[in-house]
């Protein structure tokens, strides 16, 4: 069965905006991926088609409606099974591995909130899991979603094709990418590293463990402390 991913927002003309490009484009022209992107707005009852109210105990703008965003779930045909995300700033921050597994599933409801957010009582009816992508806050989670699509849709099986591998790729191993060099050999008096050009291959991959480690070191420990995690799971003696 093919990959899909169904969003629901107030902007379905933003989809599949940059997704229509390059490799997730292709595929998605080629049905390796589908995407539906379906307008809360539709699930609206009164006469001015009104998604959001103002917050329970006051304060500035405006929350999306538990009932109306509840009608555009249960409108969505064949959600059985199927993970059903929120984009949140107040969510579990998005990885790697979650997006691994998100690839190998069937494919997510992604429901893109506005305003000051959605009403709480959705979210816990409907057992929304709350994803965020990063500690910022975007002015609505259609980039949000687009984001997420983008990084499970290139684990596609064909998406990527044979040129490009994510098997090196940074966070695959725990570990940040080694840095990459094509020609010109020298760039305004940099040269490509010597090891790379030498065609010793089992040199050439101890180089870039070396380097990836070193540069995670460097910019991310905390990475190198999650993969190491697992091994420690035993208290040391005397703790
Ligand atoms: N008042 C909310 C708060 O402080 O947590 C922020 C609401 S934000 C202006 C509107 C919508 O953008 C959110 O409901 C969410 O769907 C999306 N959004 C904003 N930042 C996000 C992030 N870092 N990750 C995922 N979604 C985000």
């Avoid at 899909?4 to 292709?26: C, E, H, I, K």
């Avoid at 969505?76 to 993970?83: N, Q, Y």
């Avoid at 590293?193 to 870039?208: M, N, Q």
Wanted: glycine share 10%; charged share 25%.
């Amino acid at each position: 069965m093919t990959w899909r991913a169904t969003v629901l927002t107030l902007f379905p003309d933003m989809f599949p905006g940059p997704l229509g490009f390059s490799l997730a484009g292709r595929g998605l022209a080629t049905g390796l991926w589908s995407l539906e992107a379906r307008d809360i707005r539709d699930a609206a009852t009164d006469r001015h088609r009104s998604v959001d109210d103002t917050p329970a105990g006051g304060g500035p703008g405006m929350v999306l409606r538990a009932d109306v965003l509840a009608r555009a779930i249960d409108a969505v045909p064949d959600l059985e099974g199927r993970p059903r995300l929120v984009m949140s700033p107040r969510g579990r921050p998005l990885t790697q591995a979650r997006v691994a597994e998100l690839a190998a599933g069937p494919g997510p409801l992604i429901v893109c909130g506005r305003f000051e957010g959605i009403d709480q009582r959705v979210i816990d009816a409907r057992q929304l899991e709350e994803v965020s992508i990063g500690d910022y806050v975007l002015s609505g989670g259609e980039i949000a979603a687009l984001t997420l699509i983008d990084a499970c849709v290139r684990l596609l099986p064909g998406v990527m094709g044979k040129l490009e591998s994510s098997t090196d790729e940074s966070f695959s191993a725990g570990l940040l990418e080694y840095p990459q060099y094509t020609r010109p050999q020298l760039f305004e008096g940099l040269p490509i590293p010597e090891i790379l050009l030498s065609g010793d291959h089992a040199k050439v991959a101890a180089w870039r463990r070396a380097e990836a480690e070193q540069l995670t070191q460097t910019r991310r420990p905390d990475l190198l402390a999650a993969s190491r995690h697992p091994v420690c799971q035993k208290p040391p003696k005397n703790a």
